[in-house]
């Protein structure tokens, strides 16, 4: 029997609709929506989730529908935010109705409690995080998660409620989380907790800072999971620097034991090496940068290019995280020497040399 489905409505009066909808439309396509001509105007599908456009009474009307509160939520804030952003200097008033207005709290927010700290590596520490639902994180398409740093002014804690528009929304604007992604390292579902490993900066930004100082007992608020997913091959190439390492270690972890591939990891010198646990048939190797700037070096580039691919044939997948510079020289790289199609292949840029964290 199929379950029931959730919808919402809301009436937007636009000055003029057809550029800001269009706007969204295309913007909703770079994320793998799906955009047709639908009964009414422009439908969209993205999943389980829809969107229908519609004009009534000279305003824009948009219902949306999902399968379950929190894709409501989604669709809903998503809709919203995107109207408002691209709506300019003329935001219109939005608010929903049916179903989902006992929605109080985001459904993908949640507080955890700092239960465990150690360092792993001199410049990455490891914090445990409990709560009632860790479970949501435990695959790897919930890879990621946003962490809600709170501002040092703050007397309070700010948590998120979400608005009359669907938009997430604060008590104190001025005074909300900084919100930083990390990489869920692990999870625990017997013990109900899961682990984030953090890289310790000397110029420590919002993320490194919370964790440095970070103490069992402490509440932090989280948001996802949101994105992740290893696609099935015959041989796998990772690459990437210890921002990536959380991230390559987990899906090392969950590969199938007679995978096979290469693991590129690029740290600062030998004592940030971790001990990785992974199938026998993924060659993993340490590139150490001994006192060269993080995202001074071309070490992982370099390795890419000389990695000797499989020469049998059978499907090859690539993934990568690093400094922006080194994601611009892979991606190239696998697009254009490698002839990779873009299923067969992620490659990401997990930072810019000279940008700020808090950028």
């Not at 955890?112 to 995080?129: A, E, F, I, S, Y």
């Not at 740093?149 to 938009?167: D, H, I, M, S, Y």
């Not at 999971?225 to 990437?240: E, Q, R, S």
Request: charged share 20%; hydrophobic share 45%.
């Amino acid at each position: 029997m199929q379950g029931r489905h959730y919808t919402a409505q809301a009436r937007i009066a636009l000055r003029d609709p057809d550029p800001v909808i269009a706007e969204f439309c295309e913007h909703m396509t770079e994320h793998n929506a799906v955009v047709s001509a639908g009964p009414t105007g422009p439908l969209l599908r993205m999943g389980g989730i829809s969107a229908q456009f519609s004009r009534a009474g000279g305003e824009t009307v948009v219902e949306v529908a999902a399968p379950d509160l929190e894709g409501l939520y989604l669709a809903r804030m998503s809709v919203a935010s995107h109207i408002l952003e691209f709506a300019g200097d003329d935001p219109p008033e939005i608010a929903w109705t049916g179903d989902g207005g006992e929605i109080v709290r985001p459904p993908n927010f949640q507080i955890l409690q700092v239960v465990g700290c150690r360092q792993v590596t001199p410049h990455m520490r490891r914090l445990t995080l409990s709560g009632e639902n860790v479970a949501r994180f435990a695959g790897l398409d919930a890879l990621h998660l946003n962490l809600m740093v709170q501002r040092p002014e703050a007397a309070e804690p700010q948590w998120p409620r979400v608005g009359a528009n669907g938009v997430i929304a604060w008590d104190n604007p001025d005074l909300r989380p900084l919100m930083r992604k990390y990489t869920v390292r692990s999870v625990d579902l017997a013990a109900g907790t899961l682990d984030i490993d953090f890289v310790l900066h000397a110029d420590a930004g919002p993320g490194s800072a919370f964790a440095e100082r970070a103490a069992v007992g402490d509440r932090v608020g989280v948001v996802g999971p949101g994105g992740g997913g290893l696609a099935a091959a015959d041989w796998y190439l990772f690459a990437g620097d210890e921002t990536a390492l959380p991230a390559i270690a987990r899906m090392l972890e969950h590969l199938p034991a007679d995978a096979r591939g290469l693991a590129f990891i690029e740290v600062a010198d030998a004592a940030e090496i971790q001990a990785l646990a992974g199938p026998a048939g993924i060659a993993v190797e340490w590139l150490l940068r001994d006192g060269r700037p993080a995202g001074g070096t071309s070490l992982l580039a370099d390795a890419v290019r000389a990695a000797a691919f499989p020469a049998e044939g059978g499907k090859v997948y690539v993934w990568a995280g690093c400094e922006f510079e080194a994601f611009r020289a892979i991606r190239s790289h696998v697009r254009q020497e490698r002839g990779l199609a873009g299923s067969e292949h992620l490659v990401v840029s997990y930072w810019r040399r000279g940008t700020p964290e808090s950028e």
